[in-house]
């Protein structure tokens, strides 16, 4: 009898382990904890019936990670999503690579701050970050996948600028289905636009992305101009769009424009999201070495502010 009170004791403290592991890293490992647990106590002749634990995620904390697809080169395209509201806002970094490395940085910036206090997010809204679209294009300039500093960035020129195109030497922001061409410009150069629209993987997975998962509002991060761009297709631009682009625009200092006019540009990934009807626009840093942290995260915050009262 003593043995078996003995054992009880034990098996609730694993149970409680599990959970509290469940509460750390989320449900796929907590259910994977579980079925290892069942399977000891079946293969150890005998069964022990315990009241079932049921371990959920507590509302706003931390992110669920995810693997949404993979690169050319085999490299993995992760998105981080934070709550489970109706309205779902996503931010993408380093569509172009290497090149615009600081926007990877600063995507990765606020995966941190949203982990340190998930409670700023709203509990109305699902915030989803997409780090770095193109892994390829930065791991040419970094040698390092997933998170780096700007320690591990090259100072060469050509090979920064070689940074911006993905492991097919494509430019991923000209590979979407809005104008698209075959071949487009960056600045005074002549780039290839791929195959088709979608031929890139990469442009895929954020397609099916954002499809998915029903976006309220997409904003990428570029560099550099220090402007807000808006989006638009063959239609013009979304009442929307024009409105959360202002948003942030003022709250984070930065110009605000309806077209992006340096150069012409077809496919983009923004312009695409117009025609879809997703309202979308671009933020432009004004270097390729700084993030602006506190200009971003004002915009940022004053957009949940504006969808939290909507």
Not at 218 to 238: D, K, M, P, R
Not at 256 to 280: E, H, M
Not at 295 to 302: D, F, I, M, T, Y
């Given at each position: 009898?003593?043995?078996?009170?003995?054992?009880?004791?034990?098996?609730?403290?694993?149970?409680?382990?599990?959970?509290?592991?469940?509460?750390?890293?989320?449900?796929?490992?907590?259910?994977?904890?579980?079925?290892?647990?069942?399977?000891?106590?079946?293969?150890?002749?005998?069964?022990?019936?315990?009241?079932?634990?049921?371990?959920?995620?507590?509302?706003?904390?931390?992110?669920?990670?995810?693997?949404?697809?993979?690169?050319?080169?085999?490299?993995?395209?992760?998105?981080?999503?934070?709550?489970?509201?109706?309205?779902?806002?996503?931010?993408?970094?380093?569509?172009?690579?290497?090149?615009?490395?600081?926007?990877?940085?600063?995507?990765?910036?606020f995966i941190d701050y949203f982990d340190a206090d998930p409670k700023v997010i709203p509990t109305d809204l699902t915030v989803?970050?997409?780090?770095?679209?193109?892994?390829?294009?930065?791991?040419?300039?970094?040698?390092?996948?997933?998170?780096?500093?700007?320690?591990?960035?090259?100072?060469?020129?050509?090979?920064?600028?070689?940074?911006?195109?993905?492991?097919?030497?494509?430019?991923?922001?000209?590979?979407?289905?809005?104008?698209?061409?075959?071949?487009?410009?960056?600045?005074?150069?002549?780039?290839s636009a791929g195959t088709a629209p979608f031929s890139e993987p990469e442009a895929q997975i954020l397609r099916d992305f954002?499809?998915?998962?029903?976006?309220?509002?997409?904003?990428?991060?570029?560099?550099?101009?220090?402007?807000?761009?808006?989006?638009?297709?063959?239609?013009?631009?979304?009442?929307?769009?024009?409105?959360?682009?202002?948003?942030?625009?003022?709250?984070?200092?930065?110009?605000?424009?309806?077209?992006?006019?340096?150069?012409?540009?077809?496919?983009?990934?923004?312009?695409?999201?117009?025609?879809?009807?997703?309202?979308?626009?671009?933020?432009?840093?004004?270097?390729?070495?700084?993030?602006?942290?506190?200009?971003?995260?004002?915009?940022?915050?004053?957009?949940?502010?504006?969808?939290?009262?909507?």
């Amino acid at each position: 009898m003593k043995n078996f009170s003995a054992r009880k004791v034990i098996i609730r403290i694993i149970i409680f382990a599990v959970a509290g592991m469940g509460i750390l890293f989320g449900h796929t490992t907590t259910a994977r904890l579980q079925r290892l647990f069942v399977y000891f106590l079946s293969h150890n002749n005998k069964v022990i019936h315990e009241t079932p634990v049921v371990v959920t995620k507590p509302e706003n904390l931390g992110s669920v990670h995810t693997v949404i697809g993979q690169s050319v080169q085999g490299r993995s395209i992760d998105a981080y999503t934070y709550g489970s509201g109706k309205t779902h806002i996503t931010f993408v970094g380093g569509i172009h690579g290497g090149y615009e490395w600081n926007t990877v940085i600063l995507a990765y910036k606020f995966i941190d701050y949203f982990d340190a206090d998930p409670k700023v997010i709203p509990t109305d809204l699902t915030v989803t970050v997409i780090p770095d679209a193109n892994p390829d294009g930065v791991y040419k300039v970094t040698g390092k996948e997933g998170r780096f500093t700007s320690a591990d960035v090259s100072t060469n020129t050509q090979v920064l600028a070689s940074g911006r195109f993905n492991g097919n030497s494509v430019d991923l922001n000209r590979n979407f289905d809005c104008k698209w061409q075959p071949q487009s410009t960056w600045q005074s150069k002549t780039v290839s636009a791929g195959t088709a629209p979608f031929s890139e993987p990469e442009a895929q997975i954020l397609r099916d992305f954002l499809l998915k998962n029903n976006q309220s509002l997409v904003i990428f991060w570029h560099s550099q101009s220090g402007t807000v761009y808006a989006s638009q297709c063959e239609n013009g631009i979304l009442p929307e769009t024009k409105t959360t682009m202002n948003i942030y625009a003022k709250a984070s200092g930065y110009a605000s424009s309806q077209t992006f006019d340096a150069y012409a540009t077809t496919g983009g990934a923004d312009d695409w999201l117009a025609s879809v009807n997703v309202p979308a626009f671009t933020v432009e840093l004004k270097t390729h070495d700084t993030i602006e942290w506190n200009q971003n995260l004002a915009g940022v915050v004053a957009l949940f502010e504006y969808y939290s009262k909507k």
